[in-house]
């Protein structure tokens, strides 16, 4: 299996600017997690999702920031529109189910000007 | 909510000496799960400790669960470069996600 897959790796952007953050879980995965880390707030749970339905995205810092599972294979990250402060490394991981160690993908680096 | 704490945020050791850092949850866990994330890397699973007491080790890591369920250890004995990164707990939140430490961050000097 090739892990949990996310793209882009990098994204440089302007404020402003729509970015969409794409992951790909590990097949059989029940679960995906959506985090953002930086050094100030270190690891941060944005959103999970059980089977495709979101569970709790009381992580999700505001209206800006969307997320979407629309099938057991794909989950997208939007943030629209997108604001310097967003700058982060932000992981998807995926596990068996909700509680069981998690698989993590190689982040996406997010650098907003 | 819960929280959960680790110590200390950053540690400096020399190769060869030994390196702990502690997790501390606000409320009792069913288990915890500890990850290591190398400088630029993602969170890598170690080892998940289900038991009261329960101890368990991998090669030079020994991994403790406290008898109330509400912290945990990791040791490394006899550190080596290749241990440096950044250490994290984890325990099941209130809805079955994990919520992870703050992380400690080793740094090995040669």
């Known amino acids: 299996d090739a892990g949990v897959i996310q793209s882009p790796r990098h994204e440089v952007t302007e404020m402003g600017q729509e970015v969409t953050l794409r992951c790909k879980p590990i097949s059989g995965h029940n679960s995906l997690f959506w985090y953002r880390q930086t050094m100030m707030r270190g690891l941060e749970l944005l959103i999970y999702f059980n089977n495709n339905v979101p569970i709790d995205d009381s992580g999700m810092p505001e209206d800006r920031f969307s997320a979407k599972m629309p099938n057991a294979s794909f989950s997208t990250l939007k943030i629209q529109p997108s604001e310097p402060r967003d700058s982060a490394v932000y992981f998807c991981a995926s596990s068996w189910t909700s509680g069981n160690e998690q698989f993590f993908g190689p982040g996406t680096r997010l650098t907003v000007l | 909510g819960q929280q959960v704490m680790q110590i200390p945020q950053y540690q400096h050791v020399q190769e060869g000496e030994d390196f702990t850092t502690y997790c501390n949850s606000s409320?009792?866990?069913?288990?915890i799960q500890w990850y290591k994330q190398r400088p630029g890397g993602h969170p890598v699973f170690l080892i998940q400790?289900?038991?009261?007491?329960e101890v368990k080790k991998q090669k030079r890591l020994t991994f403790q669960f406290g008898e109330a369920k509400k912290n945990s250890s990791l040791h490394i004995t006899a550190t080596q470069t290749t241990d440096v990164g950044t250490y994290f707990c984890?325990?099941?939140?209130?809805?079955?996600?994990?919520?992870f430490g703050s992380g400690t961050q080793l740094t090995v000097l040669p």
């Open positions: 409320t009792t866990l069913s288990n």
């Open positions: 400790l289900v038991k009261s007491g």
């Open positions: 984890a325990g099941p939140g209130s809805a079955r996600q994990l919520t």
